[in-house]
């Protein structure tokens, strides 16, 4: 088996022995590792050296973080929980000879932030092979030496350390040298004298050996070549030198001169310098003078890399002759690294209402230097939310300061600066970008506490009322927008048979035709709801106001035209100039100026006979009555509303100026007929009613009498009555504020039309009424126009009429 084979062997058996010394040392973990180890190899199970289920290394984002290196050597698999090499660990290269190699691991868990040390001690493996600098060493030596001379010989290097570093020296078995080797030096003893003449050359093979397993060696030829005479070697004035250099000093710089003497003269008393040993990282950092000695700085000076040097120097006179000595050169730290801020772990985006103190990053800051110049001081701007905690070491974690709120600020640009504490100190500084994600916690905010709409009657179904604009600050479908109509009624109908609301815009929209007359105003509840989870919401009031427009004619109350029925007043013939013979009573179911009458006479039997009131709709004389007048006057009324277009009505108003009834030809001649079975009847039933309401109305009259002190006004006097059957539902009460400005005094009449007994009686203030005695009269056939048919049976309403007079009479007496 050839050395690579027990090379392999020797990695295995290594690695089986040195996995068994795995032990965690208390709350740190220390484990002892060798080196080499292959790629995917457990190191250790950290969930349970740390007493850690799996859910809680994953659920805490549990890493290895390595110090002062971006190598990666292990991480933790979370699905097992073992820590498992990542790259081959080659300790000479990470510790050189440096007999304890300890490797640093941060193992860091999140929320809440917790640092685990883990120490990987890196073993020695017997990987390196001992090694000469050259493969032959050229020595001559005087024939004249003593016996007992001593020759030093440069040694061997071994990469590795300890046990397996060189051991011995064997030196080929032969007639004149023998080997001597102690802890500074490897030297040749002249054990038998040489003579040139015999012998002019020798050669001898010397093989270092190391104390692994399997064991290593290396080898190196030794020509000797006998020479006449030089009988001393160079000799160094110090076996080891020591010297200190800044890091970074400038190439050129001298850092330490050496000295050897030779005792013979001419060429073999001429001493040269060369390096012995210098590893590979080494060559180019150091030069030597060969005349001088003096060692100067050729390449690059870094504490971080290296804080220490250790070389072989070799002084060799003309004739071959060395001697070896030792330069130690140990570097001193300067501030020449600014501290470097690692980001380990950010939560981004924040949600805007965690609570303050909750931790949302972490952050690692290193620096190179060692000592003062390494300890490092980290701080965070002023004025923002957040705060640097220190945690563990150089981990700090970044917690919240206060409540945050995304509808004031969104992102933060938080900066990090690093200061250590060298002189001068260095600083640096990261940025870091979070941003707050939204979070429902924001109703939608109408612009307006109420809103007013208004619209005209008779609207279009689908025309726009008003727009209302809620405001949510939130973000994305948290402030999206959507409106409707609450539940509600108007007028006994849902509230959504009258108005729509565009759930986007808000716009509100008619749903049917509106009529003032029937609906003046109402209210409707608005929501504004956001698409957030669960959703926010507000409500706002709409009033709706309907406008009137002129949709309605004049209503003429009194006279009321019914079919072929009509009005007939009497106007005495003693009535003077400006006397109030009748009234056009009208209403206009509009509002406003709409409902604003105005009448006038169109056409008349006499043209300058009456006069109506422009607003009262009162007829009067404008002369006093002459015998000349016609008796019978027909005047044709008509109503305008004051609208826009204005709107109008006509009514006919039959006037007869006669004191008496009689005098009218119409009603001499009525003819009584006693073929009529039925009039017997009818006679003998308005006799029992009529003389039934003369007896009633006798004991009301005594009654009053008795009960009044002072003298009572006349029971009918300054009273109209106005059969109920003239007034539509809407106008039953009449008052200052409609279209019947005031009431007027009548006389009871009853009229051609009615089929009721009902009156409504209303007041008058008017002085300019006509006399009791000059009241308007009725015709017989108007009084049988209450109880029948006028012309079946006009003699009963002639006697009605009579004992209506009769009545009338005695209440005039008893006045």
Same mark, same amino acid.
């Given at each position: 088996?050839?050395?690579?084979?027990?090379?392999?062997?020797?990695?295995?058996?290594?690695?089986?022995?040195?996995?068994?010394?795995?032990?965690?040392?208390?709350?740190?973990?220390?484990?002892?590792?060798?080196?080499?180890?292959?790629? *995917?190899?457990?190191?250790?199970?950290?969930?349970?050296?740390?007493?850690?289920?799996?859910?809680?290394?994953?659920?805490?984002?549990?890493?290895?973080?390595?110090?002062?290196?971006?190598?990666?050597?292990?991480?933790?698999?979370?699905?097992?929980?073992?820590?498992?090499?990542?790259?081959?660990?080659?300790?000479?290269?990470?510790?050189?000879?440096?007999?304890?190699?300890?490797?640093?691991?941060?193992?860091?868990?999140?929320?809440?932030?917790?640092?685990?040390?883990?120490?990987?001690?890196?073993?020695?493996?017997?990987?390196?092979?001992?090694?000469?600098?050259?493969?032959?060493?050229?020595?001559?030596?005087?024939?004249?030496?003593?016996? *007992?001379?001593?020759?030093?010989?440069?040694?061997?290097?071994?990469?590795?350390?300890?046990?397996?570093?060189?051991?011995?020296?064997?030196?080929?078995?032969?007639?004149?040298?023998?080997?001597?080797?102690?802890?500074?030096?490897?030297?040749?003893?002249?054990?038998?004298?040489?003579?040139?003449?015999?012998?002019?050359?020798?050669?001898?093979?010397?093989?270092?050996?190391?104390?692994?397993?399997?064991?290593?060696?290396?080898?190196?030829?030794?020509?000797?070549?006998?020479?006449?005479?030089?009988?001393?070697?160079?000799?160094?004035?110090?076996?080891?030198?020591?010297?200190?250099?800044?890091?970074?000093?400038?190439?050129?710089?001298?850092?330490?001169?050496?000295?050897?003497?030779?005792?013979?003269?001419?060429?073999?008393?001429?001493?040269?310098?060369?390096?012995?040993?210098?590893?590979?990282?080494?060559?180019?950092?150091?030069?030597?003078?060969?005349?001088?000695?003096?060692?100067?700085?050729?390449?690059?000076?870094?504490?971080?890399?290296?804080?220490?040097?250790?070389?072989?120097?070799?002084?060799?006179?003309?004739?071959?002759?060395?001697?070896?000595?030792?330069?130690?050169?140990?570097?001193?730290?300067?501030?020449?690294?600014?501290?470097?801020?690692?980001?380990?772990?950010?939560?981004?985006?924040?949600?805007?209402?965690?609570?303050?103190?909750?931790?949302?990053?972490?952050?690692?800051?290193?620096?190179?230097?060692?000592?003062?110049?390494?300890?490092?001081?980290?701080?965070?701007?002023?004025?923002?939310?957040?705060?640097?905690?220190?945690?563990?070491?150089?981990?700090?974690?970044?917690?919240?300061?206060?409540?945050?709120?995304?509808?004031?600020?969104?992102?933060?640009?938080?900066?990090?600066?690093?200061?250590?504490?060298?002189?001068?100190?260095?600083?640096?500084?990261?940025?870091?970008?979070?941003?707050?994600?939204?979070?429902?916690?924001?109703?939608?905010?109408?612009?307006?506490?109420?809103?007013?709409?208004?619209?005209?009657?008779?609207?279009?179904?689908?025309?726009?009322?008003?727009?209302?604009?809620?405001?949510?600050?939130?973000?994305?479908?948290?402030?999206?927008?959507?409106?409707?109509?609450?539940?509600?009624?108007?007028?006994?109908?849902?509230?959504?048979?009258?108005?729509?609301?565009?759930?986007?815009?808000?716009?509100?929209?008619?749903?049917?035709?509106?009529?003032?007359?029937?609906?003046?105003?109402?209210?409707?509840?608005?929501?504004?709801?956001?698409?957030?989870?669960?959703?926010?919401?507000?409500?706002?009031?709409?009033?709706?106001?309907?406008?009137?427009?002129?949709?309605?004619?004049?209503?003429?109350?009194?006279?009321?035209?019914?079919?072929?029925?009509?009005?007939?007043?009497?106007?005495?013939?003693?009535?003077?100039?400006?006397?109030?013979?009748?009234?056009?009573?009208?209403?206009?179911?509009?509002?406003?100026?709409?409902?604003?009458?105005?009448?006038?006479?169109?056409?008349?039997?006499?043209?300058?006979?009456?006069?109506?009131?422009?607003?009262?709709?009162?007829?009067?004389?404008?002369?006093?009555?002459?015998?000349?007048?016609?008796?019978?006057?027909?005047?044709?009324?008509?109503?305008?509303?004051?609208?826009?277009?204005?709107?109008?009505?006509?009514?006919?108003?039959?006037?007869?100026?006669?004191?008496?009834?009689?005098?009218?030809?119409?009603?001499?001649?009525?003819?009584?007929?006693?073929?009529?079975?039925?009039?017997?009847?009818?006679?003998?039933?308005?006799?029992?009613?009529?003389?039934?309401?003369?007896?009633?109305?006798?004991?009301?009259?005594?009654?009053?009498?008795?009960?009044?002190?002072?003298?009572?006004?006349?029971?009918?006097?300054?009273?109209?009555?106005?059969?109920?059957?003239?007034?539509?539902?809407?106008?039953?009460?009449?008052?200052?504020?409609?279209?019947?400005?005031?009431?007027?005094?009548?006389?009871?009449?009853?009229?051609?039309?009615?089929?009721?007994?009902?009156?409504?009686?209303?007041?008058?203030?008017?002085?300019?009424?006509?006399?009791?005695?000059?009241?308007?009269?009725?015709?017989?056939?108007?009084?049988?126009?209450?109880? *029948?048919?006028?012309?079946?049976?006009?003699?009963?309403?002639?006697?009605?009429?009579?004992?209506?007079?009769?009545?009338?009479?005695?209440?005039?007496?008893?006045?």
């Amino acid at each position: 088996m050839g050395d690579k084979g027990f090379s392999e062997l020797h990695l295995i058996f290594a690695f089986v022995s040195f996995i068994v010394t795995l032990q965690p040392v208390n709350g740190d973990l220390s484990f002892s590792i060798p080196e080499e180890m292959k790629r *995917g190899s457990v190191i250790g199970n950290m969930a349970k050296d740390l007493g850690l289920d799996l859910r809680t290394l994953s659920s805490r984002n549990a890493r290895a973080d390595f110090e002062g290196t971006q190598k990666r050597y292990c991480d933790i698999n979370l699905s097992t929980g073992d820590l498992i090499t990542l790259e081959r660990m080659d300790r000479e290269s990470l510790c050189g000879k440096k007999p304890s190699c300890v490797v640093k691991v941060d193992l860091v868990l999140e929320n809440p932030l917790a640092l685990h040390r883990l120490s990987l001690h890196i073993q020695d493996v017997n990987d390196n092979s001992p090694k000469f600098k050259k493969n032959l060493i050229e020595m001559e030596i005087s024939e004249s030496a003593e016996k *007992g001379t001593r020759f030093s010989i440069e040694e061997a290097h071994d990469a590795d350390i300890g046990q397996n570093a060189i051991q011995r020296y064997n030196l080929q078995k032969n007639d004149h040298f023998i080997l001597s080797v102690d802890s500074k030096r490897v030297e040749l003893v002249l054990e038998n004298k040489l003579d040139r003449e015999n012998k002019e050359e020798i050669n001898l093979l010397l093989t270092a050996l190391d104390g692994g397993s399997p064991q290593r060696s290396g080898t190196v030829v030794i020509h000797v070549t006998v020479l006449d005479a030089n009988d001393n070697a160079p000799v160094f004035s110090q076996a080891v030198y020591k010297a200190s250099l800044p890091e970074n000093s400038p190439p050129d710089t001298v850092v330490i001169t050496v000295s050897a003497t030779d005792a013979d003269e001419g060429v073999n008393g001429d001493v040269t310098y060369d390096f012995g040993h210098v590893s590979d990282d080494d060559v180019n950092v150091f030069s030597i003078d060969p005349k001088t000695g003096e060692i100067r700085v050729t390449g690059v000076i870094d504490f971080e890399e290296s804080s220490s040097f250790e070389m072989r120097v070799e002084a060799k006179d003309g004739l071959g002759l060395t001697s070896y000595s030792k330069i130690l050169i140990d570097l001193t730290d300067k501030n020449d690294n600014a501290p470097v801020i690692y980001l380990k772990s950010l939560t981004n985006p924040i949600p805007e209402n965690v609570s303050p103190g909750t931790e949302v990053g972490i952050i690692n800051v290193q620096d190179r230097d060692s000592e003062s110049n390494g300890q490092v001081r980290c701080s965070i701007q002023q004025g923002a939310p957040f705060k640097l905690v220190p945690s563990i070491k150089n981990y700090y974690s970044l917690v919240t300061t206060g409540q945050l709120d995304r509808e004031l600020v969104s992102d933060y640009n938080i900066t990090i600066t690093a200061t250590d504490e060298g002189s001068p100190p260095l600083s640096s500084s990261k940025s870091v970008q979070l941003s707050v994600a939204d979070i429902n916690d924001n109703p939608p905010v109408f612009e307006d506490q109420s809103y007013s709409a208004y619209v005209s009657e008779n609207n279009k179904p689908g025309s726009t009322l008003c727009s209302v604009t809620a405001r949510d600050p939130d973000w994305r479908q948290n402030g999206t927008v959507i409106y409707s109509v609450l539940p509600g009624e108007v007028n006994g109908a849902p509230v959504s048979s009258y108005v729509s609301v565009n759930g986007d815009t808000g716009v509100i929209h008619a749903v049917r035709s509106f009529d003032y007359e029937q609906l003046r105003s109402f209210k409707v509840q608005v929501m504004a709801r956001d698409n957030g989870s669960p959703p926010l919401s507000s409500n706002v009031t709409v009033s709706v106001f309907v406008s009137d427009v002129n949709d309605n004619s004049p209503q003429i109350l009194y006279p009321a035209p019914e079919g072929n029925s009509f009005m007939t007043e009497l106007v005495p013939k003693a009535a003077h100039g400006g006397s109030l013979v009748s009234k056009v009573i009208a209403v206009d179911a509009d509002s406003g100026q709409n409902a604003w009458l105005s009448y006038e006479i169109v056409k008349s039997t006499d043209p300058g006979l009456f006069t109506i009131g422009v607003h009262s709709g009162e007829i009067r004389t404008q002369r006093d009555i002459s015998e000349s007048d016609s008796m019978k006057q027909n005047l044709i009324v008509a109503v305008k509303d004051n609208g826009q277009p204005s709107l109008s009505a006509t009514c006919s108003m039959y006037l007869l100026i006669s004191d008496n009834l009689a005098e009218v030809p119409e009603l001499k001649d009525i003819s009584y007929d006693e073929k009529n079975s039925n009039l017997t009847s009818y006679l003998i039933i308005a006799l029992v009613s009529v003389s039934t309401f003369f007896l009633t109305f006798i004991i009301i009259i005594l009654g009053v009498r008795f009960c009044r002190r002072r003298k009572p006004r006349l029971l009918f006097d300054g009273a109209v009555a106005i059969p109920s059957a003239y007034l539509p539902p809407n106008y039953t009460d009449v008052d200052g504020t409609g279209t019947l400005r005031s009431a007027y005094n009548y006389d009871a009449y009853l009229t051609t039309g009615s089929r009721t007994s009902d009156f409504k009686f209303v007041t008058s203030y008017n002085d300019n009424t006509l006399p009791a005695d000059q009241t308007l009269r009725k015709s017989p056939s108007d009084f049988a126009e209450v109880f *029948g048919h006028p012309d079946e049976s006009p003699e009963v309403g002639h006697f009605l009429y009579l004992k209506f007079n009769v009545i009338y009479l005695y209440l005039l007496t008893i006045e």
